[in-house]
């Protein structure tokens, strides 16, 4: 395959770490009721949207990821009661940090999916895969040695 | 060097029609410390199970990934085959290769190499995953019921016959909800007060409920099994004890406000019962209404009371209460018709909700049972009944279904017919839906026994012309324009959710719907439960239920709620937080974001280079630590971690989606 041709079919790699309780869920319900989106994100299922350390998202990145997305239950709505403002007041840090290492911001996004949003899930995903495979690959962050 | 075992399942064709089971039960054989791939058409089934079992015995298995459905499913059976083979149950791994993958993807090709990546995930956390014990928790044997209605009321009755004590917290001064409004129900046209009342004598007469009518649940902390709720019952200004209800209170008071309970169609007294069956039957003063509290004048029910029971210096009481379950069942509200101008509906006194309809046709409503109109107290002729007014309707109500107003616009067609003989009853309406048993019939006894007119379509217009009400619409099966003189119109308003169930739902720790109806852990396989582990649901808060559905949910709701108090222990989520005495610096900022207090300080002693050394270290109390995970992250040391998601097993996961 030539190389600019290669460039141009250029698929992304998205890591969405979901909290069990809304996102998962969400993200279950995209599935029953049969809707689509692309299948270039890859769940990783956590208790909560705080349990996602930066370290994490600094890894897949660093790894490779092109993208990486966020999703916990809308504020006000944690099964945790407070665990999803702690993940925004962290989050918004982090994308402020990513965008000063050089970073397009876009490419971490947080989002909040509620149990009964499938359709929310889906949309989230395929707008962040649209977005990201527009801005190729990620090479700032990731690992060349 | 690990022994996994991956067991692929098909889902029947759910997962086989576009994931190729067979290419990636090979990619998954060679996967790293995978010694045993295989695959079933159902691996939840006995013989996919027996399958499993067999195949950690015989290859010694240490631990195992199942690649099936989501893990909200059937991540507990599982569990419980691996417990079977004699493996702890925390050494399974699902990788989510249905809801996640098969389902929302088309393309075969994609789906297969996304399956295979979701195993490879699976498998490097499971190479992580620690054996893990789940301790014992003690229940508190008593169950709180929020909210009186027929729901409240059966769950609180079947879990009190059980023998557990029950508090019943109602808002209102007196229980008996929507269903104390309502005159008959269909579609046996039993009277409503008479099957509802000797329920709601029983409520306050049985000796394992306690009823706290006026009061509202102000906050829950805790878990399943160890719920503690703060009730603040609201002063009632009437001494419980000693009022007998004989009725002079609210016979000499001069304040007059609109009766919430009749649908603001009559006045009522600022000392008042809401209707005259109410239990208890003990007036309260309405102090934003009442003379004394709002003028510091009058004080006549005071010096009319014979019992002496009027206290205008009572003050609210705030109790605080352990349950081990919590039953909600906090009902219904109507649709504000605000939006619905073209049906005049607040500008013409005979323009009603079907709610007033049912009022006024109560022998204990306004009217005393006598159909009136509102305008001019003269019996209707023709009453024209509009079905789905803000039910299935995007724009401007709610898209879902209410469920009931079919049946009970049939019914009050019926009872406008029994009542008058010469009246016409017509029903514009989108579709009929009558399923339920005997709802057919019902329905079919209204248009042939008692000629109610029934015509498909909508209404554009209602206006008054003179002492009459001018309908018009259309009968889209002629095709022809409708002009309807009406002595009435009625119309069937959306059932939506309570206004102030987010806020509940916000204080349980429950989740709502896009329309805060209350959501059920699983719409089908758990429909009583709610997300929160001994949380339970009946009636309308969950959806538009009618009063058979409520009653059967609500019986179900209990039957959960008795299931959990019949037990002495439960077994606690063991994927909770630890700490690492040896990295902990003492920093204590996990304390901080702990949402349930659940860390504490602790000091430690040391010996370091043969002194000894008192130290500070953060501590993790099991029993109360729900496993969300925040510590683990706000930990600067690393000290945390959160059991069954690692910060190693997480990492793995990531490393092994880059791969």
């Keep these: 395959m030539p190389v600019n041709l290669k460039l141009q079919s250029f698929e992304p790699l998205i890591i969405a770490f979901c909290c069990n309780w809304c996102s998962y869920a969400g993200g279950d319900l995209a599935g029953t009721s049969r809707m689509t989106y692309p299948a270039n994100v890859r769940v990783i299922r956590v208790p909560c949207s705080s349990r996602v350390s930066s370290n994490f998202i600094l890894r897949a990145f660093q790894r490779g990821a092109d993208g990486v997305v966020v999703a916990g239950c809308h504020p006000g709505d944690c099964h945790y009661t407070s665990g999803n403002y702690f993940a925004r007041r962290r989050f918004l840090l982090l994308q402020r940090f990513l965008e000063f290492l050089g970073m397009e911001p876009e490419r971490f996004q947080v989002h909040w999916i509620s149990a009964s949003e499938g359709n929310r899930f889906a949309a989230v995903m395929t707008e962040t895969t649209d977005k990201i495979r527009a801005l190729g690959p990620n090479r700032k962050l990731r690992d060349t040695r | ?659």
């Design chain 2, 1 to 659: 060097m690990r022994r996994i075992g991956v067991f692929i399942c098909w889902c029947g064709t759910n997962i086989a029609n576009t994931v190729n089971i067979e290419g990636v039960t090979e990619a998954a054989g060679k996967m790293p410390s995978v010694i045993y791939a295989d695959n079933y058409k159902y691996m939840c089934s006995e013989i996919g199970q027996s399958m499993i079992k067999e195949a950690i015995i015989k290859e010694k298995l240490d631990r195992v990934v199942v690649a099936a459905c989501s893990p909200r499913m059937h991540e507990l059976t599982f569990f419980k085959t691996a417990a079977a083979a004699g493996l702890n149950p925390y050494l399974v791994e699902i990788a989510n290769i249905r809801e996640h993958c098969s389902w929302v993807h088309k393309d075969k090709q994609e789906a297969t190499g996304k399956a295979i990546a979701l195993i490879r995930t699976a498998v490097a956390k499971a190479a992580r995953n620690k054996e893990l014990w789940a301790t014992q928790i003690p229940v508190e044997c008593r169950a709180l019921v929020i909210g009186g209605g027929i729901g409240g009321i059966q769950a609180a009755l079947d879990i009190a016959d059980a023998g557990f004590e029950v508090d019943l917290v109602e808002r209102t001064p007196s229980i008996g909800g929507r269903m104390a409004q309502l005159d008959k129900t269909f579609p046996t046209l039993d009277c409503s007060a008479c099957i509802l009342t000797p329920k709601m004598v029983e409520v306050a007469s049985h000796h394992n409920i306690t009823l706290y009518t006026f009061s509202e649940v102000e906050k829950v902390d805790g878990f399943v099994g160890n719920f503690e709720a703060t009730i603040r019952k609201k002063a009632r200004s009437i001494d419980l004890e000693k009022c007998t209800g004989c009725g002079i209170c609210w016979e000499k008071c001069p304040s007059r406000v609109k009766s919430e309970f009749d649908e603001a169609l009559v006045m009522r007294k600022a000392v008042y019962v809401p209707f005259p069956q109410a239990v208890p039957n003990v007036p309260v003063i309405d102090r934003a209404s009442c003379r004394r509290f709002t003028r510091e004048k009058c004080g006549i029910c005071r010096k009319a009371c014979p019992a002496g029971a009027v206290n205008y210096d009572q003050e609210d009481e705030v109790l605080q209460k352990k349950y081990g379950a919590i039953v909600v069942a906090t009902g219904f509200d109507i649709l504000d018709l605000d939006d619905f101008g073209e049906f005049s509906y607040g500008k013409h006194p005979d323009v009603l909700t079907s709610l007033e309809f049912e009022r006024l046709v109560n022998s204990s409503g306004p009217t005393g049972g006598r159909l009136l109109r509102p305008s001019d107290q003269s019996p209707p002729k023709n009453v024209v009944f509009i079905q789905c007014v803000g039910s299935r309707d995007k724009s401007r109500g709610k898209p879902y279904c209410s469920k009931i107003c079919c049946m009970y616009s049939a019914k009050h067609a019926i009872l406008l017919r029994e009542k008058y003989p010469e009246a016409q009853a017509y029903v514009f309406y989108i579709d009929i839906r009558t399923a339920g048993k005997d709802f057919e019939e019902f329905h079919r006894r209204a248009v042939e026994e008692y000629g109610a007119l029934y015509l498909k379509g909508s209404v554009g217009k209602v206006f008054p012309d003179g002492d009459k009400l001018l309908v018009k619409g259309v009968d889209s099966l002629s095709g022809h324009a409708v002009e309807i003189e009406a002595d009435m119109v009625v119309l069937a308003a959306a059932i939506k959710a309570k206004s102030d169930a987010p806020q509940l739902a916000r204080l349980l720790g429950i989740s709502t719907d896009t329309h805060s109806f209350f959501t059920e852990a699983h719409p089908k396989l758990r429909p009583v439960e709610a997300h929160t582990a001994g949380i339970f649901l009946a009636g309308a808060c969950q959806g538009p239920k009618d009063i058979p559905e409520t009653v059967s949910q609500a019986s179900g709701a209990a039957a959960k709620a008795i299931i959990l108090l019949s037990k002495d222990n439960l077994l606690s989520n063991p994927c909770v937080s630890e700490v690492n005495e040896s990295l902990c610096t003492g920093c204590l900022s996990c304390i901080k974001v702990c949402p349930y207090g659940a860390v504490a300080e602790k000091t430690i002693e040391e010996k370091i280079h043969g002194k000894a050394l008192k130290r500070r270290v953060a501590e993790v109390n099991e029993a109360l630590c729900q496993g969300c995970g925040s510590c683990t992250v706000s930990c600067r040391p690393g000290a945390v971690n959160l059991k069954g998601f690692t910060n190693e097993q997480i990492m793995a996961e990531v490393d092994a989606i880059c791969l």
